[in-house]
């Protein structure tokens, strides 16, 4: 009785030790730095922005940290800075892929993102001390100032600048946080003495704002220079002159205790092996081809050995 007694006690013990070591990572404390080569995080939740490209490098992101043994989730399509950069402060999400002049200018809006290099120590001075950037990416994805070919053609526009004359005849149209943004509309006035007309609210350089800007709805559009888009419409996307939306190299944002060796490794491994071509080429098969971001994202990881 007493040997039945020392077994049953022991087994109590053990699953207590094990309801206690379980849970769901999203309410448990983030994990410490690696102290050795060998350990990796318990769990990442990667998150993304409400727009494919975004999805597609979430992708990339959670499929090469789970090739490396890291145990990952998604929460896709979370919406835009306003909604997502919050959750990431607060550890609901632990790593998003961003665009180095985007998001300084977002976290500061003098910020000069002129050069990747100015880009990255601005976000970097500017982040929580709780978050951290890795190595940005060759590949970039800039904001741009679109137009039709009609109408670059009937106002001889070229560059942003060659708007000025003829904003106050135009419709702008972009997502909602264009209206107030620093490097939205005001930043465009600011920067360049832009008056549109109006400004129209629709998605983050989708399928509403592409339709928008054909129908004539809108004259000119905030669209993403990687949107193919741009070239199967024929549509002009402007010259920025003035630099205005700064370099925009894609780089894994990411809760700081969770940048161990192993998961700064794999995501540096993504950065160096991406470049603007290769990234163009994997949004046209989501968008355009309508594959799915996941398949995509693994094909690709599978081509460049990182899965």
């Known amino acids: 009785m007493k040997k039945f007694s020392m077994i049953l006690a022991a087994s109590i013990a053990a699953l207590s030790l094990a309801a206690c070591s379980s849970g769901n990572p999203l309410n448990s404390p983030s994990p410490a730095p690696a102290s050795s080569s060998s350990a990796v995080p318990t769990a990442v939740v990667v998150g993304s922005a409400n727009f494919p490209e975004n999805e597609l490098l979430a992708q990339i992101y959670a499929q090469a940290l789970a090739a490396k043994g890291v145990q990952v989730s998604t929460k896709l399509n979370i919406g835009s800075r306003e909604t997502y950069l919050p959750a990431l402060k607060d550890g609901e999400i632990n790593l998003l892929p961003e665009y180095t002049g985007a998001l300084a200018k977002y976290l500061d809006p003098n910020a000069d993102t002129s050069t990747t290099d100015a880009a ?97 709805q809108v004259q000119a559009a905030n669209l993403f220079t990687t949107d193919p888009a741009i070239t199967s419409n024929g549509f002009v996307a402007l010259e920025d002159t003035k630099h205005f939306f700064g370099s925009q190299n894609v780089i894994p944002v990411i809760t700081k205790s969770l940048a161990t060796p192993e998961v700064s490794a794999a995501l540096n491994a993504v950065s160096a092996k991406l470049d603007t071509a290769t990234l163009a080429g994997l949004v046209a098969k989501v968008v355009t081809d309508k594959q799915d971001a996941d398949k995509v994202a693994g094909e690709w990881l599978t081509s460049v050995g990182l899965a």
């Open 120 to 216: 990255v120590a601005a976000l970097k001075s500017s982040l929580p001390d709780t978050l951290t950037v890795l190595d940005p990416a060759a590949a970039q994805d800039n904001d741009s100032i679109t137009v039709t070919k009609a109408t670059a053609d009937s106002f001889g526009l070229k560059t942003i600048e060659d708007l000025v004359p003829h904003a106050a005849q135009m419709v702008l149209g972009g997502p909602p946080e264009w209206k107030t943004r620093s490097y939205g509309v005001p930043g465009l006035q600011k920067t360049y003495g832009l008056q549109f007309k109006s400004f129209k609210a629709l998605d983050t350089a989708g399928p509403l704002t592409v339709q928008a800007l054909k129908n004539g």
